[in-house]
């Protein structure tokens, strides 16, 4: 079965440094891979996604983050982060059949420091 | 326009109570989702609708039932629900049901079951 864990429960960084976000999944084939932002008490908005191609996706808010093969890892990056970036993050999998069963990791908190 | 729109934003609702949650697209999207999130968890899938057909029920209680009344709006009626059926629960589109394509969240509606 599929499946995506997110080692980190809760991060903090401070405003303006870089930030890593780790994702982990377990699939048989090369699934595809999301990563979704959620703001409190709000729905939760895409921020890239990799189905196919390039390793290295960009996506919205200055966010990046590299598919790799070897280590089943997913992992966000974004270079200076904002105190706009404080949310919650959410690795996701679906399978190469149909990106309509998405199944999400459990999340990671991130706070920003002043 | 993305927006996917949700009514109510919040619900308080009797075990005995019947109620419904409305969920609304107007991006011409033809598959349609619906999603329980509980506090601190991550979204779990509960409905798929494909062509305003059911495509996938994932093993949910028949205390809730869903609805396609048409191509752009999607209910979830609710009936005899349990305390612990009280989460968030999202609504959610794209323009194609086993493509690649993006899936748009609404805000979600709170519901609470006393």
């Known amino acids: 079965a599929q499946s995506v864990t997110q080692p980190d429960i809760h991060i903090t960084v401070s405003e303006g440094a870089s930030l890593e976000l780790r994702c982990n999944y377990s699939?048989?084939?090369?699934?595809?891979l999301f990563w979704y932002v959620q703001s409190p008490g709000q729905g939760l908005q895409l921020l890239l996604k990799?189905?196919?191609?390039?390793?290295l996706v960009q996506g919205i808010k200055g966010f990046e983050a590299e598919f790799k093969r070897s280590q089943s890892s997913f992992n966000l990056r974004k270079p200076s982060v904002h105190w706009s970036d404080a949310a919650e993050y959410f690795c996701a999998v679906a399978p190469y059949s149909s990106a309509s069963k998405i199944i999400f990791g459990s999340g990671t908190r991130l706070s920003i420091r002043p | 326009d993305t927006e996917v729109t949700q009514t109510p934003k919040h619900l308080v609702m009797g075990m005995t109570n019947k109620k419904s949650l409305k969920c609304e697209q107007h991006m011409g999207h033809r598959a349609m989702y619906w999603y329980k999130q509980k506090a601190k968890k991550p979204p779990e899938l509960m409905f798929v609708?494909?062509?305003?057909?059911?495509?996938i029920n994932e093993s949910v209680p028949s205390r809730f039932s869903p609805e396609c009344p048409n191509s752009s709006l999607l209910n979830l009626h609710l009936h005899a629900l349990q305390p612990e059926d009280s989460a968030l629960y999202l609504c959610?589109?794209?323009?194609?049901?086993?493509?690649?394509?993006?899936?748009?969240f609404g805000p979600g509606t709170r519901l609470t079951v006393l």
């Open positions: 699939y048989g084939a090369t699934p595809y």
């Open positions: 609708y494909s062509y305003e057909k059911l495509s």
């Open positions: 959610a589109s794209s323009q194609d049901p086993g493509g690649t394509d993006t899936q748009y």
């Open positions: 990799y189905f196919s191609g390039d390793t």
